[in-house]
């Protein structure tokens, strides 16, 4: 008992100490995470001093932090040295990443990250055999890693990589994989960059309408970069029709859309490349003088010597137009220049065409040996031009950064040693101020803790009942709209049973009322002409009430669709036989092309009730002696019906709301037959629940189609 206060002095002491190892390895992972950032913070133009920043960051973490810690310090190390292309160190680093990957999933995700950092490398080295293997490597450990972000990212690079070494056709389906995702996420931005490569992509292969779609797409995407995007879409759209299209003038267009806008950003290198392209295009169209103004425009600017490939271009293409305006000796000059420009950059396809411009130059000034100087020298590069390959550029990067890489590997021991001595130095220190101040953080820290976990299930509350009311509100709104729509028709169907219900009961009413009347005596031809007018009005009337029934029916219970194969001629014909009398009392001619071997899948008296309203109608506004034709007309898996007739027509502003419940359009026929104003409605939803449209075509005076499609016969 005497010994209990010891121990748990002992205990807390325990306790206290574990925690201040905790904590120190903690401040240590925050002390690298501070340096990342302000490495990350250098410009491109302090790398040296960030290679520092990151040999400490990297000491540091070797000692206290986690593998993914190291493993992420080792990388960003590699990809500073590739920027201060020290290649040879770059390779030691992806390696010590390599090394340092921790034992857990986590380390597909980095394995990725440097396969892909490792497949740039060799892609800057000129090395496509060891770029696609790295790729390979990278995309099968993301995958593993099921980041999709990443995987996204890497599709990209391969995609590029495909594009720069020639194989478009793969790259254009990486760049649809990726766009399908961007598009997935929302980012409209990224889709516009990528539908530019995807455009350039096209144009590669030579699918200049999938590559001028493509460009005019992108360009249709809005984007935060002050234009700077359509800046390229410009540039392509300009070499898409000067090359592909051969159209000159529209290339012109583009290319001073592309100049304004590289003008306006101070993208000075975008600029000269349109104007350059501006160039040629007046060169190709042979106006000399234009290609002159612009080229001499572009050797005036300010900037052109750190663009030295421009200038260069730019001034053979000047010599060029000189020789075609017979200006030999300003061509000459400026030939000249352009060849020995070439020569020091080894430029040879501009070397090449300065030769040949050359040679036609000696040719003018009858100078034989020159000619054939030049002639054999411009054959050799030609034939040249087919076996040069990458490995003069990748010997001479290695030589040129040998002594580099010796230097920098010196600095840095020099470093880690000075900075091994500050770390003990800071570690002692540490651990005492950490003893301290545990007594007074962790309460504090739990606390907080709690405090911060109760808040956060308030918000949590919160936002779960502000998403009800606003799903309530929403089920609200919806439901008023139904309510008032319900509420129009319903007020549409009473306007039609006051107005063309009770109107035709009153002209009957008026007519019985006369019959009734013994003081009026009647001939035998007013008898008929009442009594014709009487049973009119009793045919319209029942018509009318017989759509109501049909579309109250409809509202209530919906319309049943029973298909069933049948004869498209026989039962038009049994709806014309109903329609006879009418026909013949008007005198109307009607035509039938409707092949009688026809056969459809719908149902019948769904056909039959469409096409009675469509024909009555048709007999109702056709003149006297007028001709009506119904013509069927099968395409692919439906047959198109259609009733037309030279009758008097409906205005255009009418056509868009014709076959709406709540239409307001009314009209009487040619011999004043009564319309119920709900026939169209009606046909269209036949129509709609046979599973096929309808439409309208008139021209007051002229006539009027109509036109609705049924699923055709499958057999």
């Not at 003088?289 to 750190?306: D, P």
């Not at 800071?426 to 309460?443: G, T, Y």
């Not at 069933?564 to 009607?590: C, G, H, M, S, Y």
Request: charged share 25%; with cysteine.
């Amino acid at each position: 008992m005497k010994n209990k206060p010891a121990r748990v002095i002992l205990i807390l002491f325990l306790i206290l100490f574990s925690v201040s190892l905790f904590s120190q390895d903690e401040n240590y992972n925050t002390q690298v995470i501070k340096l990342l950032e302000e490495a990350e913070s250098l410009s491109a133009k302090e790398l040296s001093k960030r290679d520092s920043i990151l040999k400490e960051a990297s000491i540091i973490a070797e000692k206290h932090c986690s593998d993914s810690l190291i493993t992420s310090i080792n990388l960003k190390i590699a990809k500073n040295f590739k920027k201060m292309s020290m290649n040879d160190s770059t390779v030691v680093y992806y390696n010590k990443a390599l090394q340092s990957l921790p034992e857990d999933h986590s380390q597909y995700f980095l394995k990725s990250e440097i396969y892909q950092s490792w497949s740039d490398l060799k892609n800057y080295l000129g090395d496509p055999d060891s770029t696609n293997y790295y790729l390979d490597l990278s995309l099968m450990n993301a995958r593993i890693s099921q980041d999709s972000t990443l995987i996204i990212g890497i599709l990209s690079d391969m995609a590029r990589f495909y594009s720069n070494n020639n194989r478009n056709k793969e790259a254009i389906t990486l760049l649809q994989q990726v766009m399908d995702y961007n598009a997935r996420h929302g980012k409209t931005d990224r889709i516009k960059h990528l539908l530019n490569q995807l455009g350039v992509c096209y144009f590669r292969i030579n699918a200049a309408e999938a590559a001028r779609e493509t460009f005019f797409k992108g360009l249709s995407i809005p984007s935060d970069d002050e234009g700077v995007m359509n800046m390229h879409y410009y540039n392509n759209l300009g070499q898409l029709y000067s090359v592909h299209f051969n159209m000159q003038d529209s290339a012109i267009y583009f290319y001073h859309k592309s100049a304004e806008i590289a003008l306006r950003n101070n993208n000075t290198y975008s600029w000269l490349v349109s104007m350059l392209n501006l160039g040629n295009c007046y060169e190709a169209l042979e106006q000399y003088k234009k290609a002159e103004e612009i080229y001499l425009q572009v050797l005036r600017s300010q900037h052109i010597s750190n663009y030295f490939i421009v200038k260069t271009a730019v001034t053979i293409n000047l010599g060029i137009i000189y020789y075609h305006m017979n200006q030999y000796d300003q061509a000459l000059f400026y030939i000249d220049e352009g060849l020995m420009m070439a020569r020091e950059a080894k430029y040879l396809d501009f070397e090449i065409n300065a030769l040949k411009y050359k040679a036609f130059l000696s040719g003018y000034y009858n100078d034989q040996k020159g000619l054939e100087d030049n002639s054999e020298l411009l054959y050799k590069l030609v034939d040249s031009a087919y076996k040069m390959n990458h490995s003069t550029e990748i010997s001479e990067l290695k030589v040129q950064y040998e002594t580099e890489k010796a230097e920098q590997e010196n600095e840095s021991l020099k470093n880690e040693n000075e900075l091994n001595a500050e770390i003990i130095k800071r570690q002692k220190s540490a651990l005492i101020q950490l003893i301290l101040s545990l007594v007074v953080l962790v309460p504090l820290s739990v606390f907080l803790f709690l405090t911060i976990k109760k808040q956060h299930r308030i918000e949590s509350q919160l936002k779960k009942a502000i998403a009800d009311l606003d799903h309530q509100k929403s089920l609200t709104e919806l439901r008023n709209r139904e309510l008032k729509k319900a509420n129009q028709t319903k007020d549409r169907l009473f306007s039609v049973i006051a107005h063309d219900l009770k109107s035709p009961f009153s002209t009957i009413t008026s007519y019985l009322e006369i019959l009734d009347d013994e003081t009026f005596e009647f001939s035998e031809e007013q008898f008929k002409a009442l009594v014709g007018e009487l049973r009119l009005n009793v045919l319209n009337t029942s018509q009318l009430l017989e759509n109501l029934l049909e579309w109250s029916l409809a509202q209530r219970n919906g319309i049943s669709n029973n298909p069933e194969n049948i004869n498209l001629f026989d039962e038009t014909q049994r709806v014309a036989k109903t329609l006879l009398p009418k026909i013949e009392e008007k005198q109307l001619t009607v035509e039938y092309l409707i092949d009688k071997n026809l056969t459809v899948l719908c149902d019948p008296q769904l056909y039959r009730n469409a096409l009675l309203n469509l024909f009555n109608n048709a007999v109702k506004f056709t003149p006297r002696e007028g001709s009506i034709s119904i013509q069927a007309a099968k395409s692919k898996d439906f047959v198109r019906v259609c009733i037309m007739d030279n009758g008097v027509g409906i205005e255009e502003e009418v056509l868009p709301d014709l076959f709406k419940i709540d239409s307001n359009y009314h009209t009487n026929g040619t011999e004043n037959e009564k319309g119920t104003g709900l026939g169209l409605a009606m046909c269209k939803e036949y129509v709609e629940v046979m599973g096929g449209k309808i439409t309208v075509e008139s021209t007051p005076g002229e006539g009027s189609v109509f036109c609705f499609t049924i699923p055709a016969n499958s057999k």
